[in-house]
């Protein structure tokens, strides 16, 4: 499963984004249990093999061609088994499998931070027209009233120049 696609969310549809958000993280979190019970059942096979595989080297030490028989002859010799490394591969990819999943429950929780975070922005006028401070504001308007005058002044002028002509 691929959680990426999942994370991500269109901020212009917060409403659906909400309400799906829980269905998503719970999904999630039950993928990570199950992530979290095959690590823990791929642990136990492999204590199993490998107690298996030293039960079997201690009764047959000169069958299995050990020197000695000592701790680290037999640790050696039951690493090297065909059955220990399909253990520990399967612990191994267990493990990163789960670590996927803890990966995904962060990236929800940080998705649903970014969703806050948006509602927040929205509350707050985030995303609203701007508005001119006071000071620039009244500059505007200062600016735009003047302007009106001499646009006034000059239409007054250009019809007393007209009315002038045709007297």
Request: a neutral charge; charged letters at 40%; hydrophobic letters at 30%.
């Amino acid at each position: 499963m691929d959680y990426k696609k999942d994370i991500s969310y269109d901020r212009f549809y917060l409403d659906q984004e909400i309400e799906q958000h829980s269905c998503k993280y719970s999904m999630w979190l039950d993928e990570q249990a199950k992530a979290i019970k095959q690590r823990d059942l791929a642990k136990e096979k492999l204590e199993l093999v490998k107690a298996q595989l030293d039960t079997f080297v201690r009764s047959n030490i000169s069958k299995c061609k050990l020197v000695k028989g000592t701790e680290t002859e037999i640790n050696n010799w039951i690493v090297q088994q065909e059955d220990y490394k399909n253990a520990l591969s399967d612990k191994i990819e267990a493990e990163y499998n789960m670590n996927l999943m803890n990966a995904a429950i962060k990236a929800f929780d940080a998705r649903k931070k970014m969703i806050e975070l948006d509602v927040q922005g929205i509350i707050s006028g985030l995303w609203s027209r701007p508005k001119e401070p006071k000071e620039i504001k009244d500059n505007n308007k200062e600016y735009r009233n003047d302007r009106c005058i001499k646009n006034t002044e000059s239409i007054e002028s250009k019809l007393n120049e007209s009315v002038k002509k045709r007297e």
